[in-house]
């Protein structure tokens, strides 16, 4: 009788220690995924527009890249940015993108720009657009 007392004592402890672990690593990870729907079709599609005349003739019409120049959607992609943050992919375009001419899109179509590649990954539209904003864009994960 005591022994099962206790054990269920120990149990208890126990699921508390780990639920409080997971409640942590939850607060660690706060902000949203490129899968919570962080920006809108209609920014996508001026975003499409920005690309096709500042990006699409050096990484391709598809993002596929080439021999030469790297893709810009898919597993090659992923496997430098996952783990980074729309922060990251904003300032790496803001400030050396379009390669001959960095510097020259304004901040709303470096945003414009991202919504198209997060369209052609496939992740899904949410209702508010994309921001240009290094704070915001900071708590948008490339995850997946
Ligand atoms: C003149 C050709 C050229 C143009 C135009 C160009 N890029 Fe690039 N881009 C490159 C090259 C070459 C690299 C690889 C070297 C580097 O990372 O700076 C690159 C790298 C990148 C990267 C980093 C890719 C990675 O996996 O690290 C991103 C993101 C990117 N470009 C986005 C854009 C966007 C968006 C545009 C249009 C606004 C654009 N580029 C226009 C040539 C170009």
């Known amino acids: 009788m005591n022994t099962t007392f206790r054990f269920v004592t120990a149990l208890a402890a126990a699921v508390a220690v780990l639920s409080a672990a997971s409640y942590l690593s939850v607060q660690a990870q706060a902000g949203k995924s490129v899968g919570d729907g962080v920006y809108t079709a209609e920014q996508a599609k001026r975003g499409e527009r920005v690309y096709a005349e500042n990006c699409g003739f050096c990484h391709g019409d598809d993002l596929k890249g080439s021999d030469v120049i790297p893709a810009l959607t898919g597993a090659d992609f992923l496997g430098s940015w996952k783990g980074k943050t729309a922060a990251d992919l904003y300032e790496k375009i803001q ?48 995850d997946k």
């Open 95 to 142: 400030t050396t993108m379009p390669a001959t001419a960095p510097g020259t899109l304004t901040p709303a179509q470096t945003s414009d720009s991202i919504a198209h590649m997060f369209a052609v990954a496939k992740y899904p539209v949410g209702s508010a657009e994309l921001s240009a904003k290094a704070d915001e864009l900071k708590q948008i994960r490339i």
